[in-house]
């Protein structure tokens, strides 16, 4: 099993910043590839970005050059910083982890929410 903890989600105005966090314990050794995801109302899950334990990144169209996705092997955590924030980019946010056995576990999600 894997928990998730996740932090940094907020109301912002259109142009700020915020940075999520994710902070993953448990089975931890298998880890391989962290990401976000994103939900908006009356719309599907979408993926914002992702990372694997190497350091390759995929990020969804709509955020490509926005956020920045990183992670600290060390301390579990992934993070995306996310700048120039539309709100269009208003949504609960779910941090994922795959696991090499290919199990995948997600997070509670974090609102967040841009002010126009």
């Known amino acids: 099993q894997v928990q998730l903890v996740e ?12 940075r999520l966090s994710c902070a993953a314990s ?4 298998s ?5 976000w995801y994103r ?9 914002v970005a ?11 169209d709509s955020v490509k050059g926005r956020f920045t996705i990183s992670r600290d092997n060390a301390k579990n955590t992934v993070y995306l910083q996310m700048n120039s924030l539309k709100p ?19 997070g509670q999600g974090t609102q ?4 126009s």
Do not use: H
């Open 50 to 60: 992702r990372i694997t334990r190497g350091g390759g990144t995929n990020y969804g």
């Open 112 to 115: 967040v929410t841009v002010s």
């Open 88 to 106: 269009e980019d208003t949504a609960v946010y779910y941090c994922n982890v795959d696991l090499y056995v290919g199990s995948s576990y997600w």
């Open 7 to 18: 932090s940094g989600g907020g109301l912002v105005q259109a142009g700020g910043s915020l």
């Open 31 to 35: 880890i391989d590839t962290m990401g």
């Open 39 to 47: 939900q908006a109302p009356g719309k599907q899950r979408e993926l």
């Open 26 to 29: 448990g089975i931890i050794f």
